[in-house]
């Protein structure tokens, strides 16, 4: 790709702080983990020298009172085990990021500002703790939109606060592979064809992997819509309608963070277990896992 020099060594810099930065965070999810993991030895410890008591009485006529008991002793222990497995889906996530950390930048000026802000896009979010400092934004947050929807010019963004005006400056993409910068480019295009190209041609697996930098701007319409209740999604075969379908979940649980919307809330319907195994993949590529599966053949069977 011919990126000029000063460029290429910007783009190498940006990379190794990012990974540092992430490096230096998962250093301290993996100390925190264990940390939570003797907490939660600890508690059953607990639960297991004091509650003998409410558990014998369990059967008898101060049963209601016991199982009061008990489940005081048991709700710390609960607790304390989601917030480790919090703690954990956080450091697989750390360590797909210093492999990865984003895969597009879009250089964006607010109408309201002077200077031109770095976006820098990947499947999850790094911020710097001590700042607050986006390093780099969820493919999913709203600003990420102009990437999938926009070519350089005017364009904008749907923030919680209401929409956000300003102007693209500049689109590039790039190939990150362990840690290691392969290339770069700046396109005027949603996806330049080179790139998608050279994406597919990786997709050799037997089963189906995430689209993040190759999503397009209807698809981009459809993931994230949320003005309508119920959504149908019609297209010929191999037209994506599978990976958008995935995509929304995810993006639906991103947007959770503020309805409350979980992995336990979304149930994927597949119509056999092989095309189950094959789709198993996408949403834990995404950062979402735990999400409900069932093969149709399994409902009718309920």
């Not at 190759?214 to 037209?239: C, H, K, P």
Request: glycine share 4%; aromatic share 10%.
């Amino acid at each position: 790709m011919g990126n000029n020099q000063s460029e290429r060594e910007y783009e190498e810099i940006r990379l190794k702080q990012t990974i540092s930065l992430a490096e230096e965070q998962l250093k301290q999810a993996k100390e925190a983990a264990e940390k939570k993991k003797s907490q939660i030895i600890e508690a059953k410890k607990e639960v297991r020298e004091n509650a003998t008591h409410s558990v014998t009485n369990l059967y008898t006529s101060d049963g209601f009172e016991a199982l009061v008991e008990l489940s005081q002793y048991m709700n710390p222990v609960t607790d304390k085990i989601v917030d480790y497995e919090e703690e954990e889906h956080r450091i697989l996530l750390l360590e797909n990021m210093i492999k990865s950390p984003y895969f597009a930048r879009i250089d964006f000026k607010f109408d309201d500002e002077e200077e031109c802000e770095k976006i820098y896009i990947g499947r999850s979010s790094l911020r710097k703790n001590s700042y607050q400092e986006m390093y780099v934004y969820d493919w999913r947050s709203p600003i990420a939109s102009i990437f999938y929807r926009f070519m350089k010019g005017e364009a904008f963004y749907d923030a919680p606060c209401g929409r956000v005006t300003g102007e693209l400056k500049l689109k590039r993409q790039y190939e990150i592979k362990n840690g290691v910068l392969k290339y770069f480019f700046d396109t005027d295009v949603q996806i330049v064809d080179e790139f998608l190209r050279q994406l597919l041609s990786q997709n050799t697996t037997a089963k189906m992997k995430a689209i993040v930098e190759t999503i397009q701007q209807e698809q981009d319409a459809v993931i994230r819509d949320m003005e309508n209740d119920l959504l149908m999604v019609q297209g010929v075969a191999g037209s994506g309608k599978t990976s958008i379908a995935l995509h929304r979940a995810a993006y639906l649980m991103y947007q959770g963070l503020q309805t409350k919307l979980s992995a336990n809330n979304i149930m994927i319907i597949s119509p056999n277990t092989i095309f189950e195994q094959y789709i198993s993949n996408v949403l834990p590529e995404l950062g979402e896992d735990n999400v409900i599966s069932v093969v149709f053949e399994d409902i009718l069977k309920m």
